[in-house]
């Protein structure tokens, strides 16, 4: 009974530990958030080409006309390897420019026109986790996986032991019985063919 209670107990926790990404990581602390600029030519898999003509030009901007903040703040994101550099100082964004969430044409999302060439240039705030949720991904919550793993590959190893157990004492009892009346009816016989042999001796002698 115990060792059910072992089983089943190692099993409960052992999934409840493996399904931690529904609980974790739990929130800590204010999210960081950072501001991205990106620069990248229009191509055919823009949300430019694919939105309204007027909202297009609304949106479209000539670089010589952007302030000169702006234009180093695009000329710095097209340049870039990744085509986008991102700053965390609130200070260090452009007054002119628009940080939103989710940018939209006009908001967030210029088209700029530089030497000829249209270029799509995003600017956006992105919240990062905090230090302390990285870590609980990072360290916690994979920790937490393998210990449930291996509460569950326990139980598994003490239902397989009890079990052969069981099949062990079977096995012993069944022998046992096999081997008592074997032996019994050794016994039993050897007794009457005895007891068979000692009566015809004395029948014969009193004949005699």
Not at 101 to 130: M, N, Q
Request: one cysteine or more.
């Amino acid at each position: 009974m115990r060792t059910r209670l072992a089983i089943a107990a190692l099993v409960a926790v052992g999934v409840l530990l493996m399904a931690n990404p529904l609980y974790l990581p739990v929130a800590v602390g204010e999210p960081d958030p950072a501001y991205t600029h990106t620069a990248q030519p229009v191509d055919d898999g823009s949300p430019v080409v694919d939105a309204e003509p007027a909202a297009v030009d609304d949106a479209t901007v000539a670089y010589a006309d952007l302030d000169q903040d702006a234009r180093d703040a695009f000329d710095r994101a097209r340049e870039s390897p990744e085509n986008s550099f991102a700053v965390e100082d609130p200070s260090d964004r452009v007054d002119s420019l628009s940080y939103p969430a989710d940018p939209v044409l006009g908001d967030g999302l210029l088209v700029v026109v530089y030497e000829g060439d249209r270029y799509e240039f995003w600017t956006r705030t992105i919240e990062r986790e905090s230090g302390p949720v990285v870590a609980q991904r990072v360290a916690v919550q994979p920790v937490v996986f393998l210990v449930g793993f291996l509460g569950v590959v326990a139980a598994a190893g003490l239902a397989m032991r009890g079990r052969l157990g069981v099949d062990g004492d079977e096995t012993d009892t069944d022998d046992g019985d096999d081997i008592d009346c074997d032996v019994g009816d050794d016994i039993d016989r050897d007794v009457g063919d005895d007891i068979d042999r000692g009566g015809g001796d004395d029948r014969r002698g009193e004949r005699r």
